[in-house]
Every structure is written in C-alpha cells, then in structure tokens.
C-alpha cells in the first residue's frame, strides 16, 4: 500500500489566469495492527541429561508483521506431565527469546514433557494480542547402569610380606563363625532407565 500521495490544484478565473499548487498527502504508520504469532503451537525436543550451564536459547518466537514496540511476552504457565509447575526452567523475553535457564536439568525419567502457555499484550493497557503453546519434548538417552554395593560385612586384607601362613588362619577363623547361606554383600544394580534390581553374594564352602 503506498505511503503518500501527490495531488496537483488548480484554480482557475474563468478567462486565462490560472494558480496551480502542487500538494502531498502522506500516510503516517499507526500502531494498528496487532503482532500475531506465528511459529507457536508447536513441539521441540531436547536430550536428556544436557547440562545447561548457562543460559541456552531454546526457541524464537516469529510475529506476522514489525508492529512489535509496547508488547509484553510473557509465559502465563509451565508445568510437565504430571501438572507439576516448571517455571523456573524457562524464560522469555520481549523480543521473542525463549531461555532455558541456568542450571536446569532434564531427565526423561522424571518428567518426558513440558507445557508452556504465552502470551501476548499490551505493555499499558494489558490488552491481550494473542497467545499459544509450546511443547517440549525430553528425548530418552540409554544410560549405563552401575552397580552399588550396600552393607559389606566382611573385609580381609593381605599385605605384602605378610606371613601366610598366619593370615590363613585368621581367613579360617573368620569363616568358622559364619554360617552357609549367610549374606556377605547386599549388591544392588542401578539403572537410571529401569527399576532398581539387586542379588545378594552369600557365604558358601567356595569362598
């Protein structure tokens, strides 16, 4: 749409004497339009486990047009799955930044996705401009189980040079006072993407 335009004005008397002036008419921008999102409603995905350090820039929200000035974005609400509230994980900023915060950590185990509700309005009259969601998604990595040994009872220990003979009779006396069948070592597997498991190693006439 033009911005201006150029008009030409004559007067005339009648006979031959004739004024001319020559006139501009300019169209001067107005915020009248609305920004209006574009990009929003969607679903972007992340890792697990990524340590977030700093600040990270997770998403640019777009807007139709440049009529931007005096607009508040805001995340009216973040919450995972389970209704939990996730605020702290987020921010945005009025220029369309969505932040992942410092700090922040995500794991698929304790929560798969996040729901974030924003919002767009006016910066006086709190008018509401517009609004949508954005999801994000935490993606599963595979993670090496590990084991944990819990409440070990028994410990013998050799030292170099040491008579043999004599720490053989102390391993003997030791295993005297046990009985077969008795628990040395409670040993629990854990693996950050499956319940818990655990086996016990018992005493036996092998050992």
């Known amino acids: 749409m033009k ?64 009529e931007q000035d005096g607009v508040v974005i805001q995340i009216e609400s973040a919450t995972d799955e389970k209704g939990f509230g996730a605020s702290s994980k987020f921010e945005v900023t009025n220029d369309g930044k969505l932040y992942i915060t410092a700090s922040s950590e995500f794991d698929f185990e304790s929560s798969e996705r996040y729901h974030l509700e924003i919002s767009v309005t006016h910066a006086i009259s709190n008018a509401l401009y517009d609004e949508g969601y954005l999801d994000i998604v935490i993606e599963n990595v595979n993670e090496q189980p590990f084991f944990v040994a819990r409440s070990p009872q028994y410990l013998f220990e050799i030292l170099e040079d040491s008579d043999i003979t004599m720490t053989q009779k102390a391993i003997e006396v030791e295993k005297n006072l046990l009985e077969s069948g008795r628990t040395l070592i409670d040993l629990s597997v854990q693996d950050p993407d499956a319940p818990v498991s655990s086996s016990k190693i018992s005493y036996s006439d092998t050992i």
Do not use: Q, R, W
């Open 3 to 66: 911005d201006n335009y150029s008009l030409t004005l004559i007067a005339s008397d009648g006979v031959n004497m004739n004024a001319v002036a020559n006139l501009t008419v300019i169209v001067d921008d107005t915020l009248d339009e609305h920004p209006v999102i574009t990009n929003l409603n969607e679903t972007v995905t992340i890792p697990e486990n990524t340590e977030y350090l700093n600040k990270t820039l997770l998403y640019t929200i777009l807007f139709d047009n440049e």
